[in-house]
Each structure stands twice: as C-alpha cells, then as structure tokens.
C-alpha cells in the first residue's frame, strides 16, 4: 500500500512538474523575433555595464550566445527555459532556447540571464552542426564569477566558451548552466 502511494506521489510529482515547464515554455515563447533581438541588445548592455572583463572578452569572441530571460521552477521536479540570439559582428544570425530539467531537494523560482561567448570555431562549428548542445558536454565552458572575471585577459583565455550567469530575480537554492540544452528554434 506503501509503495503505491509513493508511486501516485511520483506521478502526481512529475505531472505538475511538467505543468509547471509547459507553462513556463508557453509564456517565454511568446516574444516575436524583433523582441528578442531587443532584449538579447539590452541584456549584452547590462552584462558590460556591471561586468567589464565581458565586453573584452566579446572583442575576441568568435560568436555570442545571449539569453535574455532564462525562468527557472522547481518542487522537488523542476526546470528552466529560455530563448535567446546566436550573435556574431553584432548582428543576430539564429536563435536558441536553452532547456534544464531536474529533480532533487529545490524549492522556488526565479529568472536570470546568461551569456555565452564562443571564442574557438570549433565551438561555434559543434553548436551549428550538433542537434543540441547539451553545456557539459562537447565544447569546454568555463563559468566567469566576478573573482575570475578580473583576472581575465587575451592571455589567459584558453578554453573554447566562457559564460556569464547575471541579473538574478526570485528565489532558488542553486543556479547553474550545466546540463542545460541549447537546440536551434526557428523564428
């Protein structure tokens, strides 16, 4: 009888789980294309403002990936989901959703924005080619703190991405891009 209440739990669990990321992925989804051009501009703004070492290191980059609105939810189950812009010589040239799903002791929610910057071909040539790019996986990307950020330069850049998770809002025990999947959408 145990087990089977466990079992229902479970299935109920994951059931508002998946409400819960439906929900989320309907309401990022509704930005039209000149929107996310937009706000992808103005976060890249934001992220220079507050974070020098960023806007040098975009100097050098190969490609940007700029996800403006990231929204994360968890109960146990959870996930996050957000659409942002490949950018390269500062024109948008395709466009991204980045999607997390996990499970285990989280409780809140809360929306962030976050940066990749593609500084080899070979990374930018795996994001193109691969059906997905699954961060933890393929290309090396090094999440920037700002104690990393200052010790940052043209010299000591060795890795194929570089990301930046910012402009946090809400409540969530951890934030992180690993094994998060970016796959190409169509606008």
Do not use: C
């Not at 220079?48 to 929204?71: D, M, R, T, W």
């Not at 290309?139 to 402009?167: C, E, H, Q, R, W």
């Amino acid at each position: 009888m145990a087990t089977k209440r466990s079992n229902l739990l479970n299935l109920f669990l994951a059931a508002v789980a998946a409400l819960s990321l439906g929900a989320i992925s309907i309401s990022a989804n509704a930005a039209t294309a000149e929107d996310l051009n937009a706000d992808a501009a103005q976060s890249l703004q934001i992220l220079y403002k507050h974070n020098p070492a960023a806007e040098s290191l975009s100097k050098n980059a190969k490609a940007i990936l700029v996800f403006p609105k990231v929204i994360k939810a968890g109960l146990v189950f959870g996930g996050s989901y957000g659409e942002g812009v490949l950018m390269k010589d500062g024109h948008v040239v395709d466009y991204y959703n980045s999607v997390s799903a996990s499970w285990g002791w989280q409780a809140g929610a809360e929306s962030y924005s976050y940066v990749v910057f593609l500084m080899s071909d070979k990374a930018v040539k795996y994001l193109k080619k691969s059906d997905g790019w699954s961060i933890g996986a393929g290309p090396n990307v090094v999440m920037v703190d700002s104690g990393m950020a200052k010790n940052l330069s043209t010299s000591t850049m060795k890795d194929d991405a570089y990301a930046f998770i910012f402009d946090q809002q809400g409540l969530m025990a951890s934030l992180s891009i690993e094994g998060t999947k970016i796959s190409r959408i169509k606008r």
